[in-house]
């Protein structure tokens, strides 16, 4: 068990930068693999990136690859979203996510695989 706590969304004008976290409680991030998705307004929920884990390094979509950067503090058991140079499709509302490290399915993300999800937190992003 663990619950998921986002915050840093807000509204940026495109170009910008903006920092998301996603504090855990319950358990740590030890326990868990951890990922970011985004749902745009009328769009289906997508996956954005997952964070490193044992041997593996962190994966990014297509579309955020060179400008997004995920990062980790165990310490604080929060996981970092850096939104850099922000584009305004970037609007949306961002899920941190999270699995078992032994989560024996696929090991692509996608939001039936995910066991628990933050409440969300909106970016915008003004042109």
């Known amino acids: 068990q663990v619950q998921l706590v986002e915050s840093g969304g807000g509204l940026v004008q495109a170009g910008g930068s903006l920092r998301l976290s996603c504090s855990a409680s319950?358990?740590?991030?030890?326990?868990?693999?951890i990922a970011w998705f985004r749902q745009a307004p009328g769009k289906e929920r997508e996956f954005v990136v997952a964070a490193s884990y044992g041997g593996h390094s962190p994966f990014y979509a297509d579309s955020v690859k060179g400008r997004f950067t995920i990062s980790r503090d165990n310490a604080k058991n929060t996981v970092y979203l850096q939104i850099n140079s922000v584009k305004p499709e970037d609007t949306a509302v961002y899920y941190c996510a999270a699995r078992s490290l032994y989560y024996s399915g696929s090991p692509y993300w996608t939001p039936t695989s995910v066991s628990y999800w933050g409440q969300g937190t909106q970016v915008t992003v003004s042109s």
């Open positions: 319950g358990r740590t991030f030890m326990d868990y693999a």
